[in-house]
Every structure is written in C-alpha cells, then in structure tokens.
C-alpha cells in the first residue's frame, strides 16, 4: 500500500491525506503544490522523477 507521507519533503508543509494538492514521484518521494510547480517544476530533486498527483485516500470517519 502506498505510504501516505504526512509533510512536504522539500518545505516541510503538513499535508492531509485526503488533499488533492499533494504530488509524489515514483519513489513516492513527497511534495505539496507550491513546491511541485513553483520551485521543483514537477521533478522530483531526489530522483529526477516525474511528480504527480496522489491518489486520494478517504479519512474513514470511524
Ligand atoms: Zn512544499
Ligand atoms: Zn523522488
């Protein structure tokens, strides 16, 4: 299952599992959308990977 990574790796951002401004790479190297466009230019600086959008995943309400 994919790991569901709690902060932006690159600013440190918390980012809920249920948003759909998250972007990870194939590594799942994980960043939120001001760093994926604005500074990393959708490539993750770890592994030169493309970044996309992460799947959502419904916080189960109990
Ligand atoms: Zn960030
Ligand atoms: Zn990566």
Known sequence: MLEMKP???HCGKQLRIDSA???ICSYECTYC???THEIL???CPNCKGNLEKRPMRKIKEN
Do not use: Y
Request: with cysteine.
């Open 7 to 9: 902060a932006c790796e």
């Open 21 to 23: 401004d998250v972007f």
């Open 33 to 35: 959308a001001t760093c």
């Open 41 to 43: 230019q959708n490539q």
